[in-house]
């Protein structure tokens, strides 16, 4: 079946460190990969995305990288902010039924920044 | 244009009674879905709705549990007799009529559901 393995946490970071929070995942076929971002009190928002293999998602200095070959979608930002903290979700997209979405998550990765 | 509300916030049921959670898509949008996060657990979807019919329901539990998006008026995800295991965030997703495929979805903050 489909599903998706995410880095565990907490993960707490100082200011301007390197984050990488690790996802890997198992799909029959070909999925969209996303990373969602849910800020404290908020919903999930859609960071990043990339709908095939070797495609690159980016949004507000974070990155990842649709790799087939390892299956994986590692979230990277080279120098974080307190403002990202947060608890991120790695998801892909199972399939498209009457042209919607249905997403499997991984299970979320509590990030803290400290100043 | 508002984003995707769910209301209650916070809602709060002893064992046997039952919970509504009610969900208002963004303007335009004509999908729904409904999400929930158990304690420490990602999201797991529950049920997927178009106006006045339920697409794909393979997350819902058999018993006690139901959806539904009506012409007019908010979907609802309603729960009837709870129990403790219950207890969980909700999450309500909308997005657009189909398109090109991969439509976003947007989330709603989540309904908190304690069951006591």
């Known amino acids: 079946g489909n599903s998706v393995t995410q880095m565990e946490g907490p993960v707490t970071l100082s200011e301007e460190a390197f984050l990488t929070i690790n996802c890997t995942y198992t799909?029959?076929?070909?999925?969209?990969l996303f990373w969602y971002v849910q800020y404290p009190g908020e919903g999930l928002q859609l960071l990043l995305k990339?709908?095939?293999?070797?495609d690159k998602g980016s949004n507000k200095g974070f990155e990842a990288t649709y790799r087939k070959e390892t299956t994986s979608f590692h979230l990277e930002k080279g120098s974080v902010q307190v403002s990202d903290s947060a608890v991120y979700f790695c998801?892909?997209?199972?399939?498209?039924?009457?042209?919607?979405?249905?997403?499997?998550f991984g299970q979320g990765t509590r990030l803290t920044i400290n100043p | 244009n508002a984003g995707v509300m769910q209301n209650p916030r916070h809602l709060v049921r002893r064992r046997g009674q039952e919970a509504r959670l009610r969900c208002s898509p963004m303007?335009?949008?004509?999908?729904v879905y409904w999400y929930r996060q158990l304690p420490e657990e990602g999201l797991k979807f529950m049920v997927y709705?178009?106006?006045?019919?339920?697409?794909?329901e393979s997350g819902m539990p058999k018993e006690r549990f139901s959806a539904e998006f009506p012409k007019e008026g908010p979907s609802i995800l309603r729960i009837q007799q709870v129990v403790r295991g219950d207890s969980a965030a909700y999450f309500c997703?909308?997005?657009?009529?189909?398109?090109?495929?991969?439509?976003?979805?947007?989330f709603g903050s989540g309904t908190q559901l304690s069951v006591l």
């Open positions: 998801a892909l997209s199972a399939y498209l039924i009457q042209g919607a979405q249905k997403l499997v």
């Open positions: 303007k335009g949008h004509s999908h």
């Open positions: 709705l178009q106006k006045e019919n339920i697409i794909d």
């Open positions: 799909a029959t076929g070909y999925p969209s």
């Open positions: 990339a709908t095939k293999a070797d």
């Open positions: 997703a909308s997005s657009p009529p189909v398109g090109g495929g991969n439509e976003k979805l947007f």
